[in-house]
C-alpha cells in the first residue's frame, strides 16, 4: 500500500520505492504489533484450554492437567495477524505473488486453527488429542498447494517462471516441469514444510528461532533472484515481481522476532498450529515462488530432522515389533531424555539451523 506513495519522484516519499526499505519496515511494524499487542493476546488466549500433549512422556496426567489454563495456545493469531497487517502496508498488492504469500499463509493458518479449536475447546480426554484427522488434514494441504501452483501457473507475472525447477550445485540447470508435476511437487514441498515446522514446535523458541533462521534466508534469495543484474550474476532465474516475496519474508521475520519475546523459555504463549502451519506454509510457498526448493531440505535443516526422525521412529517401531531408534521422537525430546536441558536443546539447534542456512546460501555461487 505504501509503495504508492514513491511516484511523487520528486519528494523523499520516493524512498517507498526501494524493496530494501520496505523490507525493513514490513519486519519493523510486524514485530512491534506483535509486542505491543501480545499481552492482550494472552490475556484473551487464557480464555481457552492449553494443549498439554506437547509435555507427554515427561510429567504424569495429572500433572498436564493441573497446567493447562497455564500457557495458552494458539498465540500464532498474532503472528498471522502481524504478518497480514505489515505486508499489506509495505508490500506491492498488485502482484501476484504477494496476494499468494499470504493467500497460503492464511490457508494453512486457518487449517492450524481448526486442529487448534477442537484440541482445546472440544477435547474428549485430558491431552486433548480431538484434533482434525491427518487424513483430512492432508487432503487440505493438498487442495491449498494444488491451487496455489494452479494460480501459479496461470497469473501473468508468474506463469513464466512458474514451470522452472533450479537444480543445486550445477549451473544454469534448468527443468521445465508440466503442470500436473508441478501439483504434485508443489503438494509434496508444502505438506513438507508446514508439518515440519509443526513437529518441531514442541520447545519454548525452538520452532520460532529456527523459522526467523530459514525465512531470512529465502527473504535474501527473493532479492536477488528479483533483481536481474543479481540473477544473472547467481546463474538464477529471474523472477518477476519477485522481490515482494522478500517484504512478506521481511514480515514473517519481523513478526516471530517479537513472538520469541514471549515464546522464549519460559513460553508465555505457544504459537500451536495456528501458527506453525501457517509458517510452514509461508517458507514453503517462498521457496516454490523463487525457484529454489531444492535447497529448502539445506536451509530447513532442523525441520528435515525433526520430520525424518518422527518418520523413522514410526518405520522402525513398526517394522520391528516395538524396537525405538530414538528414545523419544521428534529428535529433540530424545537430547532431552539423554539430559540436555531444553535451553542447551533449542540453542545448539539454532546454531544448526544457521550453519545450515549458510551452506544453502552457498549453493547459488557454488554450481
Same mark, same amino acid.
Request: aromatic share 12%.
Given at each position: 500500500?505504501?509503495?504508492?506513495?514513491?511516484?511523487?519522484?520528486?519528494?523523499?516519499?520516493?524512498?517507498?520505492?526501494?524493496?530494501?526499505?520496505?523490507?525493513?519496515?514490513?519486519?519493523?511494524?510486524?514485530?512491534?504489533?506483535?509486542?505491543?499487542?501480545?499481552?492482550?493476546?494472552?490475556?484473551?488466549?487464557?480464555?481457552?484450554?492449553?494443549?498439554?500433549?506437547?509435555?507427554?512422556?515427561?510429567?504424569?496426567?495429572?500433572?498436564?492437567?493441573?497446567?493447562?489454563?497455564?500457557?495458552?495456545?494458539?498465540?500464532?493469531?498474532?503472528?498471522?495477524?502481524?504478518?497480514?497487517?505489515?505486508?499489506?502496508?509495505?508490500?506491492?498488492?498488485?502482484?501476484?505473488?504477494?496476494?499468494?504469500?499470504?493467500?497460503?499463509?492464511?490457508?494453512?493458518?486457518?487449517?492450524?486453527?481448526?486442529?487448534?479449536?477442537?484440541?482445546?475447546?472440544?477435547?474428549?480426554?485430558?491431552?486433548?488429542?480431538?484434533?482434525?484427522?491427518?487424513?483430512?488434514?492432508?487432503?487440505?494441504? $493438498? *487442495? @491449498? #498447494?494444488?491451487?496455489?501452483?494452479? &494460480?501459479?501457473?496461470?497469473?501473468?507475472?508468474?506463469? %513464466?517462471? =512458474?514451470?522452472? !525447477?533450479?537444480?543445486?550445485?550445477?549451473?544454469?540447470?534448468?527443468?521445465?516441469?508440466?503442470?500436473?508435476?508441478?501439483?504434485?511437487?508443489?503438494?509434496?514441498?508444502?505438506?513438507?514444510?508446514?508439518?515440519?515446522?509443526?513437529?518441531?514446535?514442541?520447545?519454548?523458541?525452538?520452532?520460532?528461532?529456527? $523459522? *526467523? @533462521? #530459514?525465512?531470512?534466508?529465502?527473504? &535474501?534469495?527473493?532479492?536477488?533472484?528479483?533483481?536481474? %543484474?543479481? =540473477?544473472?550474476? !547467481?546463474?538464477?532465474?529471474?523472477?518477476?515481481?519477485?522481490?515482494?516475496?522478500?517484504?512478506?519474508?521481511?514480515?514473517?521475520?519481523?513478526?516471530?522476532?517479537?513472538?520469541?519475546?514471549?515464546?522464549?523459555?519460559?513460553?508465555?504463549?505457544?504459537?500451536?498450529?495456528?501458527?506453525?502451519?501457517?509458517?510452514?506454509?509461508?517458507?514453503?510457498?517462498?521457496?516454490? &515462488?523463487?525457484?529454489?526448493?531444492?535447497?529448502?531440505?539445506?536451509?530447513?535443516?532442523?525441520?528435515?530432522?525433526?520430520?525424518?526422525?518422527?518418520?523413522?521412529?514410526?518405520?522402525?517401531?513398526?517394522?520391528?515389533?516395538?524396537?525405538?531408534?530414538?528414545?523419544?521422537?521428534?529428535?529433540?525430546?530424545?537430547?532431552?531424555?539423554?539430559?540436555?536441558?531444553?535451553?542447551?536443546?533449542?540453542?545448539?539447534?539454532?546454531?544448526?539451523?544457521?550453519?545450515?542456512?549458510?551452506?544453502?546460501?552457498?549453493?547459488?555461487?557454488?554450481?
Amino acid at each position: 500500500m505504501l509503495y504508492w506513495l514513491s511516484q511523487y519522484e520528486d519528494s523523499p516519499l520516493r524512498i517507498f520505492k526501494y524493496l530494501t526499505f520496505r523490507s525493513a519496515g514490513a519486519a519493523l511494524i510486524a514485530f512491534l504489533i506483535v509486542v505491543v499487542f501480545a499481552p492482550v493476546m494472552i490475556r484473551f488466549l487464557k480464555e481457552f484450554a492449553v494443549a498439554p500433549q506437547r509435555l507427554a512422556g515427561f510429567v504424569s496426567e495429572e500433572e498436564l492437567c493441573a497446567i493447562k489454563g497455564k500457557t495458552p495456545a494458539m498465540g500464532g493469531i498474532l503472528i498471522i495477524i502481524a504478518v497480514f497487517v505489515s505486508t499489506i502496508l509495505w508490500a506491492r498488492l498488485d502482484l501476484m505473488v504477494t496476494r499468494l504469500c499470504l493467500m497460503v499463509m492464511l490457508s494453512f493458518g486457518l487449517l492450524g486453527f481448526w486442529d487448534d479449536f477442537r484440541k482445546v475447546r472440544r477435547m474428549q480426554g485430558p491431552l486433548g488429542k480431538d484434533g482434525v484427522s491427518g487424513k483430512l488434514r492432508l487432503f487440505a494441504e $493438498m *487442495i @491449498i #498447494a494444488i491451487a496455489a501452483i494452479f &494460480i501459479l501457473y496461470r497469473a501473468p507475472d508468474t506463469r %513464466d517462471s =512458474a514451470p522452472l !525447477l533450479t537444480i543445486p550445485f550445477m549451473k544454469e540447470a534448468l527443468l521445465y516441469m508440466p503442470m500436473w508435476f508441478a501439483m504434485i511437487y508443489g503438494v509434496f514441498v508444502l505438506w513438507g514444510t508446514g508439518n515440519g515446522v509443526n513437529i518441531s514446535d514442541g520447545m519454548d523458541g525452538l520452532a520460532t528461532g529456527a $523459522m *526467523i @533462521i #530459514a525465512m531470512m534466508s529465502y527473504m &535474501i534469495i527473493a532479492y536477488l533472484c528479483g533483481n536481474v %543484474d543479481y =540473477a544473472e550474476y !547467481l546463474s538464477t532465474p529471474y523472477i518477476k515481481g519477485c522481490g515482494e516475496a522478500a517484504v512478506f519474508g521481511a514480515a514473517v521475520v519481523g513478526a516471530c522476532m517479537g513472538f520469541l519475546w514471549y515464546n522464549s523459555k519460559p513460553a508465555a504463549m505457544f504459537m500451536g498450529d495456528t501458527g506453525s502451519l501457517a509458517l510452514g506454509g509461508s517458507l514453503g510457498i517462498m521457496a516454490i &515462488i523463487v525457484k529454489q526448493e531444492m535447497i529448502l531440505p539445506i536451509i530447513g535443516g532442523v525441520f528435515v530432522m525433526e520430520a525424518g526422525s518422527s518418520l523413522l521412529q514410526t518405520l522402525y517401531y513398526k517394522a520391528t515389533g516395538g524396537k525405538r531408534i530414538f528414545l523419544m521422537a521428534p529428535v529433540h525430546h530424545h537430547f532431552q531424555k539423554k539430559g540436555w536441558s531444553e535451553t542447551q536443546i533449542v540453542t545448539r539447534f539454532w546454531i544448526i539451523g544457521a550453519i545450515c542456512a549458510a551452506v544453502g546460501l552457498a549453493t547459488l555461487k557454488i554450481r
